[in-house]
């Protein structure tokens, strides 16, 4: 649903001139809160207020200061009084790759979801901006933002990120510009905190050959070569489950135990969180295959770092506009 559909009650504010923001707005939400579908329902509520109270704005500020005045609110009042999104490495040892260890399933609101490309990042605009914007979606960067207080996190992104100055930070916040790089100052020694696993990766910047011998691994199912592309403390997880894995040689022996229902897959391309990602489809009984997972990689230094399977197909396919089914005659990549 676009702003234009919604009739303005004040005619002060262009929805045109909203929508242009849509993308941004909805990449900081997205940090802010560690959903995709909270955030799209977050900007929605922006474009909303927006409309409907255009005289509060006025031209006395800049259109997109004043929106992230909006959201900031938006998203603190949405955070108030909630548990923080968390990914499985924060919250328990790693496991053996034995199938009883699986667990029970958490709700969605446990974990940290992933988000499209598509939805956050610009269409074009320079080159390094946008590459800073993607490393800045990625998984462990906006997991290690959950671990801030709501404020903290504000600062932090509209500071290092959108770059706001202090000065229009502490309007946007009601606050004092003493304040604000107090809370950046705690924030930045948060994050510096964190133990190396819960950390973003530094990325390299070609990886089209690494990821074509791993869609060719994962298709054939040859579990000797896959590994071979892995660290050697590569990480595994599969949310909702709050099991993890940590190290190649429990990721290959969960593949060919408790994970021999891949074999067969298929993999459709995608981008998630600046990194990676695919549609992962298994055979399906019926014919064809169904989806089975989004599948996410982190990668460094030539290798894969992370592979992170979300099970939440039903909601997330139609999020990646990834097919509901693939037909039987589906070609290997």
Not at 36 to 46: H, L, P, R, S, T
Not at 53 to 70: E, K, N, P, V
Not at 139 to 152: K, N, Y
Request: glycine share 8%.
């Amino acid at each position: 649903m676009t702003v234009s559909a919604v009739p303005s009650t004040r005619g002060l504010v262009d929805p045109d001139d909203l929508e242009q923001h849509r993308r941004e707005l909805t990449g900081y939400c997205y940090r802010m809160l560690g959903s995709a579908f909270e955030a799209e329902d977050a900007v929605q509520e922006v474009m909303l207020r927006a409309l409907r109270s255009g005289d509060s704005f006025a031209g006395r500020s800049s259109l997109r200061s004043w929106l992230y005045r909006i959201a900031t609110n938006i998203c603190l009042d949405m955070l108030r009084g909630r548990k923080r999104r968390a990914w499985p490495v924060a919250i328990g040892a790693p496991s053996p790759p034995e199938p009883h260890l699986l667990g029970p399933l958490l709700p969605e609101h446990t974990w940290v979801s992933p988000v499209a490309d598509a939805t956050v990042l610009p269409e074009d605009g320079d080159p390094a901006d946008i590459a800073e914007a993607r490393e800045t979606i990625k998984l462990a960067f906006v997991t290690a933002l959950q671990q801030l207080s709501g404020r903290q996190r504000a600062v932090l992104v509209l500071n290092q990120v959108l770059r706001f100055d202090a000065a229009e930070i502490a309007e946007q916040l009601d606050t004092t510009v003493a304040a604000v790089y107090s809370a950046l100052q705690r924030a930045r020694a948060r994050l510096g905190a964190l133990p190396a696993e819960q950390r973003p990766h530094d990325v390299g910047a070609d990886q089209a050959g690494l990821l074509a011998r791993y869609v060719d691994a994962f298709e054939r199912y040859d579990i000797e070569a896959l590994v071979d592309l892995l660290h050697a403390d590569a990480i595994q997880s599969m949310p909702p489950y709050a099991i993890w894995m940590r190290g190649a040689a429990d990721i290959g022996a969960w593949m060919l135990g408790p994970g021999a229902g891949c074999r067969s897959s298929r993999l459709i391309p995608t981008a998630a969180n600046g990194s990676p990602a695919f549609g992962q489809y298994r055979t399906d009984p019926a014919g064809g295959y169904a989806p089975w997972a989004l599948n996410v990689l982190q990668i460094a230094d030539g290798r894969i770092a992370e592979l992170t399977f979300f099970l939440d197909t039903a909601r997330l396919f139609p999020l990646f506009g990834l097919p509901a089914h693939l037909p039987a005659a589906a070609p290997a990549h």
